[in-house]
């Protein structure tokens, strides 16, 4: 009788590990398609409040963070650039702190360009804070291990930051 207990307890308790588990990778897919929303339609005040308050506070405040997205977009307009798609990947790997989730978000970025498009596989890192009410997204396009942690200072080094492969270009077919 006892170790019928004891079994299901042990069941249920992993039942409860894998439920919470999918429970975190749902939060980051969801506050992803917001972000990608973002990024394709260029809202920078949702990209702001998607941006991590560290990487805000060093740009200099919101409003000087806000410039700088804005100038990172009309760049990319400039050189006939125009993100169309941005996929978040299955394979999320996440650990938690006691203040935070930190994962590792696989994404594939489609951009427009003169003559075809560009397909790029990267990564994000997302942070989830206040008990995962705020989720965070941060380019890995400039970190890595070596400064990751001037951005989040107890970053679990078990998350590997995998490297960025190279974009892809396809030609458009006239």
């Known amino acids: 009788m006892v170790r019928n207990s004891l079994y299901f307890l042990f069941l249920s308790a992993g039942q409860f590990t894998l439920t919470a588990e999918a429970q975190i990778i749902e939060e980051i897919k969801t506050a992803g398609q917001i972000y990608a929303y973002a990024q394709i339609h260029g809202d920078y005040e949702i990209l702001l409040d998607f941006t991590y308050p560290v990487l805000i506070e060093k740009a200099g405040g919101r409003e000087a963070m806000k410039r700088i997205l804005r100038q990172i977009q009309e760049t990319k307009i400039n050189k006939g650039q125009r993100l169309v798609k941005l996929t978040f990947g299955e394979h999320i790997q996440y650990s938690t702190n006691p203040t935070e989730v930190h994962a590792v ?70």
Not at 118 to 146: C, H, K, M, P
Not at 154 to 172: G, I, M, R, S, T
């Open 105 to 174: 978000v696989p994404v594939i970025s489609t951009t427009k360009v003169l003559g075809g498009t560009i397909t790029t596989e990267s990564n994000l890192v997302a942070v989830g804070t206040e008990g995962r009410d705020n989720w965070y997204f941060i380019e890995t396009t400039s970190i890595n291990e070596q400064n990751i942690s001037k951005i989040l200072p107890n970053w679990d080094f078990n998350l590997a930051l995998p490297y960025n492969k190279a974009p892809v270009y396809k030609e458009d077919l006239h």
